[in-house]
């Protein structure tokens, strides 16, 4: 406007809490996600393995169902400690694809379109604007994951009563540690990828290939090699040996070899997994790779010469 007018003022409206300005981002990236109807549709399959938990508890406690079916499913599937591993990790897989759909385009589009500057030359810092399009992410599987499972957690207490409830209080922090472990890998792992591949598609194979390859060397270095540390190398083992180690399910010792030397001589090999501490380590490592593609990529501007 034209400065003679003078009738520009400062803005006296109410103000954004410092803590929540990152919310700003999903809140308007959600609009877009859900405007999509394959991922609508594939984030109402992600439901389909929690209403099948949820039947099975019930069954369990309804004998009317029961004596109909014919079956005893109290013997066939216990309600324990790994039944609810079994279902938080059904649901990371899950959580993978539709981190597949979400996360690849966040930072590549701002970045492709050189848009990081109209963010961070407002009052947003880049930790806010990493933490904005990492919660896009992080909700949505929050949502599909550890949330419902705890729903499911007390579905069973209220069903099987308060002694069951408390000797059992333990795996409420398992299944939301082992929750929280496996999407925040999916969401440093997706905005890492986003923020050094510009292009949507290539991210998206990109991410694929960073847990498909590893995994099928891994198995490659077992199988070659006689061992269980090839899983080192393979995100899936290792998010799964880590909620094995929560649940209190983790077993070292996987199983033996037996093979003939010579004529006379049988040797066995013991088969290990690798300690609980190298996966969390492992885990570690990964992350704050992340963070360092993270920092280095995001900037408000990019000298190129």
């Known amino acids: 406007m034209a400065v003679y007018e003078q009738t520009y003022r400062r803005y006296s409206g109410p103000l954004t809490p410092e803590w929540s300005r990152f919310l700003i981002i999903p809140r308007h990236a959600y609009r877009a996600v859900f405007s999509s109807k394959l991922f609508t549709a594939v984030f ?5 393995p929690l209403l ?14 029961l004596a109909i079916m014919k079956a005893n499913v109290r013997e066939l599937i216990p309600i324990d400690a790994f039944f609810f591993q079994t279902f938080v990790y059904i649901q990371g897989a899950f959580a993978f694809f539709v981190t597949l759909l979400v996360g690849p385009p966040l930072v590549a589009r701002d970045l492709r379109n050189n848009a990081l500057p109209l963010f961070l030359c407002r009052p ?32 069973q207490s209220y069903l099987e009563g308060f002694t069951w409830f408390k000797e059992n209080l333990w795996m409420v922090s398992a299944i939301f540690i082992g929750g929280a472990v496996q999407i925040l890998l999916l ?3 997706s905005q890492a990828v986003s923020a050094v591949v510009k292009w949507r598609v290539v991210a998206s194979a990109a991410l694929l290939g960073l847990f498909f390859i590893p995994t099928v060397l891994g198995e490659f270095i077992n199988v070659v090699f006689l061992t269980r540390w090839g899983h080192i190398i393979s995100i899936g083992a290792l998010v ?36 609980l501490w190298c996966s969390w380590a492992a885990l570690f490592v990964i992350c704050a790779i992340c963070l360092a593609l993270l920092s280095w990529k995001v900037k408000a501007y990019e000298v190129v010469k």
């Open 187 to 189: 969401a440093l792992l």
């Open 240 to 275: 799964k040996n880590v909620q094995a180690g929560l649940f209190g399910t983790f077993e070292p010792v996987t199983g033996t070899m037996r093979f003939q030397v010579d004529n006379n001589l049988i040797r066995e090999i013991t088969l290990l997994e690798p300690p």
């Open 124 to 155: 947003f810092s880049r930790t806010e604007y990493v933490m904005g399009k990492m919660s896009v992410v992080l909700i949505l599987l929050s949502s599909i994951t550890w949330i419902p499972q705890l729903l499911m957690f007390f579905f």
């Open 44 to 48: 109402v399959i992600c439901f389909l």
């Open 52 to 65: 099948v938990e949820a039947i099975l508890i019930y069954l369990h406690h309804n004998v009317n169902a």
